[in-house]
């Protein structure tokens, strides 16, 4: 969790972590919430926010830079939510700010960036190459930042509010988003090197994400009843709570797969409750962008198949359980989903081939007076 703010002897003023935070209503009756680094900087912000003149210490609203108020806003945001922001989270809205958001609108102030510039911005991120869900993840802090702006009466509106749809204008390689066929997927496994196909069959028949999978121990592992019990992941390089509530779960094997991990565990150095399954050469968690880049990537390539990356494991796992006859909801459970709409539309590829003959038995409809080309 964002660490807490701690009340100071002087009120409105905070501690958090290293830094002291302003909480004081202006002119208007808005609360506005500002970051400083020492005590006597606070001092001073309180100070021009009750006079509502500024000394200096604050930028008046107007000449507000996004990239000195994205700082401050990093240090100070705790979430639009009673559950606050998650630690990872905000890391993450860090990293995509410093990478895109910062660069793009830096040295504009806050009132001029309009939705215009912020469609722009969007369309620069679609040129470089980045695919729907990565632009979706760089706008989502550049949103939360003005909606936290337009709170503290710094703009009149949030600029990125309402441009949803802009998103469908991305293009995206839409085979990336689909699952592989059985073939494709036997062939993705055969050209995988032997201590390499273990882990890809687990993530295919499994459907975890790479990050489950790879913070998998064996005290996880029930090999009597053929379950996994998912209850962390590893995300940004440290262990960390599924993506959501959903993500606990627990997850059934196939009785082949079951075997070969007991198989595994015999076999394997590191077999203790608390090693991981899945372990480099001494012993340590896989890192997921070398499990991607050594293990799936070259497989891909050679198999045929380019655009497959780890996540079409997953898709390819939720396609295989509904042609197997699972329904919707039992998919979405697997998976670790909130919704079993959300699951089927984007997880569940179905082809031509698999929509059935239909049969309407001996029912034949009345043909409409004045139809031609009708046989009723």
Known sequence: ???????????????????????????FGRMLTRS????????????D????????????????????????????YVGRTSRGIRPTTLKDYRRYLERKGIPFFGAMSLTEISPRDIKRFMLALQDE????????????????????????????????????NMYGVVPVDERVNKALTDDELDRVLAAARPEHRLILRFLAETGLRIGEAIAVQWRDVDLDVGRIHITRRYYAGTVDAPKSRYGVRTVPLDPNMLRELAD?????????????????????????????????????????????????????CATRLFRSGWNAKQVQMMLGHHSPAFTLATYV??????LPTPSFGTH??????????VTG
């Open 1 to 27: 969790m964002t660490a807490p703010l701690v009340r100071t002897s002087t009120p409105g003023i905070y501690r958090r972590a290293k830094r002291y935070v302003v909480k004081e209503r202006d002119g």
């Open 36 to 47: 400083a680094a020492t005590m006597t900087e606070a001092k001073n912000i309180k100070a």
């Open 49 to 76: 926010i009750r006079s509502g003149a500024s000394r200096g210490v604050w930028a008046a609203p107007g000449r507000t830079t996004f990239a000195d108020y994205a700082e401050e806003w990093l240090a100070t």
């Open 129 to 164: 190459g980045l695919a729907r869900n990565s632009v979706r993840l760089h706008v989502a802090p550049v949103r939360a930042l003005f909606a936290t702006a337009f709170e503290d009466g710094l703009v009149q509106a949030n600029p990125a509010a309402g441009l949803r």
């Open 264 to 316: 595994l565990r015999k076999r394997t150095t590191w077999h203790l409750d608390h090693d991981h399954v899945f372990t480099s050469a001494r012993g340590t968690a896989l890192d997921g962008s070398n499990v991607l880049e050594r293990m799936m990537k070259p497989a891909a390539v050679a198999a045929g198949v380019p655009w497959a990356h780890l996540h079409t494991l997953r898709h390819t």
């Open 349 to 354: 590829h179905l082809m031509p081939e698999d």
């Open 364 to 373: 034949r409809p009345v043909a409409v007076r004045g139809e031609t080309g």
